[in-house]
């Protein structure tokens, strides 16, 4: 049994995203929302969390690391997980992911801007988000009136998506590759410090960023032992 969850621990990890991600919006979109509770906006940072594990999951199998023995799998969740944010298209993310990998902090790395924190967000959104995006998203909103009330669709599938958002491009864009880097920094990447619980719950391990572009075949769930690894190394 331990070694076929160590084989197939990344299929297994996404699945637990997968189905808390789809449970607690079932549950939420079900509340009775209270406005004057702490609860309602924890909810809304629970539900943020989950959607940034969706893309973190999506973008894992851009590396191939969520069914590394199974390549049809592997495209089928990164697919999955990516359209469930806010219809994201996986086969478009992917180029423009590896071309970020392979041409980061240049001009030729479609997720960076040398511009300020807004104008640099604007040149994210603007590589990532679609018309047609926007309009399966009003499309969506509109169909799930038809069952849940407005104000559950909007706190808990609508917000938690756009925090979601900024949590992805701050963490995991903006922060790391911002301002100058050594010249011997071969991948143009910060990194944060070592911490593990504010790195997952920033952005699942995403913070510590040189540690993914020094080895992009590392699952997130394995970048904190990466991050051990350099240190004690110091």
């Given at each position: 049994m331990s070694q076929f969850f160590r084989?197939?621990?990344?299929?297994?990890?996404?699945?637990?995203?997968?189905?808390?991600?789809?449970s607690t919006l079932w549950v939420l979109l079900h509340w009775k929302v209270d406005f004057a509770?702490?609860?309602?906006?924890?909810?809304?940072?629970?539900?943020?969390?989950?959607?940034?594990?969706?893309f973190i999951t999506a973008h894992d199998a851009m590396h191939g690391v969520v069914a590394p023995g199974n390549k049809k799998l592997n495209t089928i969740i990164?697919?999955?997980?990516?359209?469930?944010?806010?219809?994201?298209?996986?086969?478009?993310?992917?180029?423009k992911h590896h071309l970020h990998h392979r041409h980061v902090a240049t001009e030729e790395d479609p997720?960076?801007?040398?511009?300020?924190?807004?104008?640099?967000?604007?040149?994210?959104?603007?590589?990532?988000?679609?018309v047609f995006q926007v309009l399966l998203m009003?499309?969506?909103?509109?169909?799930?009136?038809l069952w849940f009330p407005v104000e559950n669709i909007i706190l808990f599938w609508m917000v938690p998506s756009v925090?979601?958002?900024?949590q992805l491009f701050y963490f995991g864009t903006y922060l790391?590759?911002?301002?100058e880097h050594e010249p011997d920094n071969k991948h143009k990447s910060g990194t944060q410090s070592r911490n593990h619980?504010?790195?997952?719950?920033?952005?699942?391990?995403?913070?510590?960023?040189?540690?993914?572009?020094?080895?992009?075949y590392l699952p997130w769930w394995k970048l904190y032992q990466e991050k051990d690894r350099l240190v004690k190394g110091k």
């Open positions: 084989k197939h621990t990344g299929i297994i990890i996404a699945l637990v995203i997968l189905l808390a991600w789809s509770s702490p609860f309602t906006y924890l909810a809304v940072l629970v539900m943020m969390h989950l959607y940034t594990g969706l990164g697919t999955i997980t990516a359209g469930l944010f806010a219809y994201n298209y996986y086969g478009r993310l992917y180029p997720d960076y801007h040398g511009g300020n924190f807004f104008l640099w967000f604007f040149s994210f959104a603007s590589q990532y988000i679609t009003a499309g969506t909103y509109h169909l799930l009136q925090l979601a958002t900024f790391p590759h911002r301002g619980l504010w790195a997952f719950l920033s952005c699942y391990f995403f913070g510590y960023h040189y540690e993914h572009h020094d080895k992009p």
